[in-house]
């Protein structure tokens, strides 16, 4: 399985940014697929993620601002993030694990992507 981050960059508080993951070597549908984001000095905590029937989660802070989608005929996940703010910047990881319902622990997941840093400055 490899999973392959893109999109992530500088921008200024309030703007978006858009994250992608593609993946290959998997059956993608049968995938859970979950967006990580780790700032320094602090733990890896799932931000968002999408099972393969398409039920969600959003972590609280993020609710209303990110959006997951997932295209399970390209292999594609996307994270969509709107009016970001400061508090938002971390390296943001692709994660995936072959499960039909949602899971929210680092641990639970297999297949992870090398990192994309976004960095939002005030």
């Known amino acids: 399985v490899q999973l392959v981050e893109s999109g992530g960059g500088l921008v200024q508080a309030g703007e978006s940014l858009r994250l992608s993951c593609a993946a290959s070597g998997l059956t993608f549908s049968l995938y859970v697929m979950g967006w990580f984001r780790q700032a320094p000095g602090k733990e890896r905590e799932l931000t968002a993620a999408?099972?393969?029937?398409?039920?969600?989660y959003y972590l609280d802070s993020v609710k209303g601002r990110f959006t997951i989608s997932r295209d399970n005929a390209k292999n594609t996940v996307i994270l969509q993030m709107n009016s970001l703010k400061p508090e938002d910047t971390a390296v943001y990881f692709c994660?995936?694990?072959?499960?039909?319902?949602?899971?929210?622990?680092?641990?639970?997941?297999?297949?992870w992507g090398q990192g994309t840093q976004v960095t939002v400055s005030s």
């Open positions: 999408i099972t393969g029937s398409g039920w969600l």
């Open positions: 994660a995936a694990v072959q499960r039909s319902a949602l899971v929210y622990g680092p641990d639970a997941y297999s297949n």
